[in-house]
């Protein structure tokens, strides 16, 4: 049976990939966070829009025109940016 050795760059890079999984989640995290934070009108865009819909559907759902559909997920995106600041470099 073949032996494999590990070399140190070996566990750094398994090391790196934890990391980079646990700041994942810790950003998914504070992503889901943020987003319970946004107003009700911002929030239902952007979870209409991760799930899919066009904005013209999200604007017909919320019985608006398309471009305050376009507004709310613009200020969402803003407000998303500013709470997940540390995230983002």
Same mark, same amino acid.
């Given at each position: 049976?073949?032996t494999?050795?590990?070399?140190?760059?070996?566990?750094?890079?398994?090391?790196?990939?934890?990391?980079?999984m646990?700041?994942?989640?810790?950003?998914?995290d504070?992503?889901?966070?943020?987003? @319970?934070? /946004?107003?009700?009108?911002?929030?239902? *865009?952007?979870e &209409? =829009?991760?799930?899919?819909?066009? +904005?013209?559907?999200i604007?017909?759902r919320?019985?608006?025109?398309?471009? @305050?559909? /376009?507004?709310?997920?613009?200020?969402? *995106?803003?407000? &998303? =940016?500013?709470?997940?600041?540390? +995230?983002?470099?």
């Amino acid at each position: 049976m073949p032996t494999v050795e590990l070399t140190e760059t070996d566990d750094f890079a398994n090391d790196s990939e934890a990391g980079e999984m646990t700041d994942r989640a810790a950003f998914n995290d504070a992503l889901e966070k943020a987003i @319970t934070e /946004l107003s009700d009108e911002q929030r239902e *865009v952007v979870e &209409l =829009r991760r799930n899919g819909m066009s +904005f013209k559907e999200i604007a017909e759902r919320q019985k608006t025109n398309l471009n @305050t559909a /376009l507004c709310r997920m613009h200020y969402a *995106v803003n407000n &998303l =940016r500013s709470k997940l600041r540390d +995230f983002i470099n």
